[in-house]
């Protein structure tokens, strides 16, 4: 055991005997032939001008926060994409040869991209400004005072103060150790926290879960470990999501089907047309460009960018985008009760002594519990509160408290100011893994746990704090009751939760009566159902089982957290975890989605998907809002545009089977795309929507998109062909490009009119001004000319209608009988 080192900050002057320059925390920490002087300089940290020597070297710690891509990456991103380069070639040709009207595809590309690019510099600008609040702010000495600093300020050689939940910035050596406990997982995998001792190393990017310290940073920079892992892979990677690997699985089937129907539209429509190469040149590209779904991924871009700025106006920090769709998917949330559930803050109600314990000698050794601590926890900070250090009691040695052993400790001596009672050994923790089953004293802690009250037992112990079995054998002499702040907004976020039917499940250390009376004062469904998880068992398969079908568990310890979440995970769950403390992260790493506090360690936001900055539990729904209407606003817009890409595919085979000229010029596909697909889609794809989210995202689009693109398709062509035999003279290709747009338009604005659905009042005059877009273009005699559409005669413009009419009615038959064919 390892006596505890007295800082600069704490005493400046002297330090404990033993834990001082020429101590053990001291002389090992020291550099090889440095003498005492030099030691304890290192002890205060660097000077003022020491750290100005390295700043003016650049020895200083100034690696970019990555929360999001760069300015260059989202334009790259935005701009050289493959479907931008087809459209461009042809855009490129199109204004060569071409009225500027064939070529206004172009400009919507150029648009559309612009849109792209604004929303995710606007979703960058709010992430990186959240992401600096919050950064993680470490503690460092200089000239034996302890400062808080920016992580890019830390230069090297400098004094790294290191407490519970602290996440190690940069790499160095440790000075001094008060049974420093540090977690390397994240970077090694090995489960078990690691001892440090003064000289060991420290690595980037670990975490402290127990006792604290200080080292001297080593490495800063691009030098530091983590950051060359995060260089190979940088932290904007994003964790998986069904809605952008469906797309990009819809979009390789769609390249496969462009390839062979686009080199057979060039090879035919310059055999049909051999004497008038233009006029080909322009029924080609008319042909090609919509069999590209050029909107489908800047609006799955877009969406997600705006979420992220709406969920910014919430103090929501989410470091990876899909993490929103993520949270929308989640059938199962674990939350911590502490920090979750409850606030940060405990109050002490109650203290009573055991064994005739003077009341007196308990408050003592309480308050110097208290002062032993560095860093104290919620449970002691409300102790110390309530029971300040008299100072008659001087610390010799001292345990952390450590979530894996549910206890912390100190040993005193008597300075001779009080009357003997508290020195010795003291522990405070757990009452049912301090005392062995059984104890008289157990069953009127049970009875405050029932009140959900948290309840400390403080015991003496008779052996020293070294020995690993210092728990056995206590002697209990006080129970200190403590009230928990429930969060004002936490009722309603496990109610709007339950209906959502996603299942909340209480995981915490607190003891699992307790933590279900504070899930009953909120009225959770399945309060009642509480394990200690000290029951639970190992096998993965039974464990899984048990957490099916209870909701509260008490006395988990951090890897039980992780054990569990993998094997809800094992049953085909989505899981999120809640969390704000050291013991959390393991778990929060392994979840599907980790969300952590903003008030909590810096460990747990490192970890995390989501940080609420405003530590508001209540934010959730946010973001599982802000999630649906991404996933569900998506498929509905998908739906448009691959319909869209199908009878263009069709439409340009059966062009070459039948080797007639392409029936659209690039200007109908591009009127036509604009009001039945492109204003639509932009409208849809940012509404409200409250559906559940559903797995199988790529077979529900193709479900219909693929019999709704052939029935188009189909109409469309039929229309065409009867009016090439209705038309003659020199006017009829115009007059035939004009029937089949007008059926095609028909057909296009009712699977709007299917794909809105269900109806709201914006709705119904989203798809009304649409139509009243296209009847504007054919009544206005100049629209008529720019746009080469104008109906001729009476009969063929209603066969048109007739035949867009029956296609629409097998819509609804093809809608329906999918709906029930292929059910989600």
């Known amino acids: 055991m390892t006596q505890r080192v007295e800082t600069a900050s704490d005493g400046g002057e002297g330090q404990e005997p033993g834990g001082g320059p020429g101590g053990d925390a001291g002389g090992s920490g020291g550099v090889k032939g440095a003498g005492a002087a030099d030691v304890a300089r290192r002890h205060d940290g660097l000077t003022a001008a020491e750290v100005a020597e390295r700043v003016a070297r650049g020895e200083v710690n100034d690696v970019p926060v990555r929360s999001s891509r760069s300015t260059s990456d989202i334009v790259r991103a935005n701009v050289f994409t493959r479907f931008n380069a087809i459209i461009g070639v042809l855009w490129v040709i199109m204004l060569a040869v071409a009225p500027i009207q064939d070529s206004l595809f172009g400009f919507v590309i150029l648009a559309n991209t612009g849109i792209g690019i604004i929303q995710e510099l606007r979703a960058k600008k709010t992430l990186d400004s959240l992401a600096v609040i919050g950064e993680a702010r470490p503690q460092v000495r200089r000239d034996g005072r302890t400062l808080e600093i920016p992580t890019a300020e830390i230069v090297l050689g400098d004094l790294v103060e290191l407490g519970p939940g602290d996440k190690v910035v940069v790499d160095g050596e440790v000075l001094e150790s008060d049974s420093l406990e540090i977690d390397e997982s994240l970077l090694t995998g090995e489960a078990d926290p690691v001892v440090k001792q003064p000289g060991d190393k420290v690595l980037s990017g670990s975490f402290v879960v127990a006792g604290g310290g200080a080292f001297t940073a080593t490495k800063v920079g691009r030098e530091a470990y983590a950051v060359q892992l995060a260089e190979e892979a940088s932290r904007f990677t994003l964790v998986h999501s069904e809605l952008r690997s469906g797309i990009s699985e819809i979009l390789k089937y769609v390249t496969y089907m462009m390839i062979p129907a686009a080199i057979g539209l060039v090879i035919s429509q310059l055999v049909v047309e051999n004497e008038n190469p233009q006029d080909a040149i322009r029924r080609m590209v008319g042909g090609i460009v919509p069999m590209v779904p050029e909107g489908l991924v800047l609006l799955t871009s877009v969406a997600f960018a705006i979420g992220v700025i709406r969920l910014g106006r919430k103090q929501c920090l989410v470091q990876e985008l899909p993490a929103i769709e993520g949270l929308a998917r989640v059938d199962v949330v674990c939350l911590d009760k502490t920090g979750t559930l409850t606030e940060g803050g405990m109050d002490v109600t109650g203290l009573r002594p055991l064994g005739g314990a003077a009341e007196a000698d308990v408050r003592r050794v309480l308050g110097a519990l208290g002062s032993s601590d560095p860093r104290p926890n919620a449970s002691l900070q409300a102790i110390i509160e309530a029971y300040p250090d008299s100072e008659e009691l001087r610390c010799t040695d001292s345990l952390p408290f450590s979530s894996a052993r549910k206890y912390s400790g100190a040993a005193f001596s008597d300075t001779g100011g009080g009357d003997g009672g508290g020195g010795g050994t003291w522990l405070l923790g757990a009452p049912d893994v301090l005392l062995p089953a059984g104890d008289a004293s157990l069953a009127e802690i049970d009875d405050l746990n029932a009140q959900g009250l948290r309840v400390l037992l403080l015991a003496r112990a008779v052996r020293e704090l070294d020995d690993p079995d210092v728990a056995r054998g206590v002697e209990p002499t006080a129970l200190v009751v403590l009230e928990q702040r429930l969060r004002p907004d936490a009722a309603d976020t496990l109610r709007y939760f339950a209906e959502e039917q996603v299942e909340t499940k209480i995981i915490s250390g ?19 159902r509480t394990v200690d998880a000290r029951t639970l068992p190992a096998d993965r398969d039974e464990m899984a089982a048990v957490l099916d079908d209870n909701a509260v568990f008490g006395r988990v310890n951090p890897q039980q957290k992780r054990d569990m979440v993998a094997a809800l995970k094992s049953r085909g769950h989505d899981v999120a975890m809640t969390g704000d403390g050291v013991n959390d992260v393991l778990a929060l790493k392994d979840a599907d989605i980790g969300v952590s506090m903003g008030s909590g360690s810096e460990a747990s936001k490192a970890v995390a998907q989501i940080v609420l900055l405003n530590n508001s539990f209540s934010t959730l729904p946010s973001v599982v809002a802000e999630g649906r209407r991404v996933i569900g606003n998506i498929e509905r817009v998908a739906n448009l545009f691959l ?65 709704a693109g052939l029935i188009a398709g189909a109409a469309t062509f039929l229309t065409y062909m009867l009016a090439r035999r209705h038309y003659t003279g020199d006017g009829a290709l115009d007059a035939e490009t004009s029937a089949a747009t007008l059926t095609l338009f028909l057909i296009a604005m009712w699977v709007l009119v299917i794909i809105a659905r269900p109806y709201t009042w914006w709705r119904v005059g989203l798809v009304a001004t649409m139509a009243l877009g296209f009847v504007i273009v054919l009544v206005t005699p100049w629209l008529q000319d720019f746009f080469a559409l104008k109906l001729v005669g009476t009969e063929m413009p209603w066969t048109a209608v007739g035949i867009a009419v029956a296609a629409s009615v097998l819509l609804e038959f093809a809608w329906r009988w999918v709906t029930r064919r292929f059910p989600d």
């Open 510 to 528: 607190d003891n699992a009566v307790s933590v279900g009376a504070v899930a009953a004062k909120l009225d959770m469904a399945g309060a009642d």
């Open 643 to 707: 319909v869209k890409t199908v009878y263009s595919v069709l439409l340009a085979l059966l062009v070459v089977a039948t080797q007639v000229p392409y029936p659209f010029l690039p200007r109908h596909l591009t009127l036509l795309s604009t009001l039945t697909i492109g204003v639509p889609a932009f409208f849809l794809a940012l509404a409200p929507n409250k559906e559940r989210a559903r797995p199988n995202f790529v077979r529900r689009v193709m479900r219909y998109a693929i019999p």
